[in-house]
Every structure is written in structure tokens, then in C-alpha cells.
Nanobody
Framework: VQLQASGGGLVQAGGSLRLSCAAS????????MAWFRQVPGKEREIVAA????????YYADSVKGRFTISRDNAKNTAYLQMNSLKPEDTAVYYC?????????????????WGQGTQVTVSS
């Protein structure tokens, strides 16, 4: 399975971006999808996750109320809508897929990864 993340860029604080993660597999709908982010010198941290049906979602406390994860199984694509962005949201954002029926905080437990897309929020 190949994941292609896109949508990053430079935005001012308070602005919005929408990240997309396109998957190559027709079995996309069976994967638990997640978004992680990483800044230099720190571990990759989970931002949000969504179940195969979209009926179950998880958000890190730092993004609750500002970010929304969603998916369109017909398009094999997951999204991360990011609103009210803050400078501390600056990071490389990665999408990940898990074949298990749940999400994990540990990045090593995911089966597939996208290449990452840079998000920079200026103050």
C-alpha cells in the first residue's frame, strides 16, 4: 500500500490547511487511518485517528476543537482539516495506516506510511 500525503504549506497563525492522504489500495476502507506529526529532535506524535467506517475518531488534546479527521473510502483518501493553526502546530505531518482494528499512539505499530508534508505556521 502506498500513501501519498499532500496539502502542507506556509500559513499565518489562525489560518487553515487541509491535508490529504491518498492510498493506492482498494482495501483502504479496511484500514484504520491516522495522522502524526514530528518536529526535529522529538518523537513522532499522533494527532488524530479514524476508524475504517469513520464512526470512531481520536484527537490529541492539543488539537481537539481545531482539527477534524475524515475519510472518503470511495476516493481512498483520508483528510485532516486544520483550523485555528498555531505556531506550535509547525511540523512535518505524516499519514499512517493500520491493518488492525484500532489505532496506536506508537508510530512503530503502523503498517504503512506516507512521505510527510511540511506545515509551517508563522506568528
Amino acid at each position: 500500500v502506498q500513501l501519498q500525503a499532500s496539502g502542507g504549506g506556509l500559513v499565518q497563525a489562525g489560518g487553515s490547511l487541509r491535508l490529504s492522504c491518498a492510498a493506492s489500495a482498494r482495501t483502504f476502507s479496511s484500514y484504520y487511518m491516522a495522522w502524526f506529526r514530528q518536529v526535529p529532535g522529538k518523537e513522532r506524535e499522533i494527532v488524530a485517528a479514524i476508524s475504517w467506517s469513520g464512526g470512531s475518531v481520536y484527537y490529541a488534546d492539543s488539537v481537539k476543537g481545531r482539527f477534524t479527521i475524515s475519510r472518503d473510502n470511495a476516493k481512498n483518501t483520508a483528510y485532516l482539516q486544520m483550523n485555528s493553526l498555531k505556531p506550535e502546530d509547525t511540523a512535518v505531518y505524516y499519514c499512517a495506516a493500520s491493518r488492525s482494528g484500532t489505532y496506536y499512539h506508537r508510530s512503530s505499530l503502523y503498517d504503512y506510511w506516507g512521505q510527510g508534508t511540511q506545515v509551517t505556521v508563522s506568528s
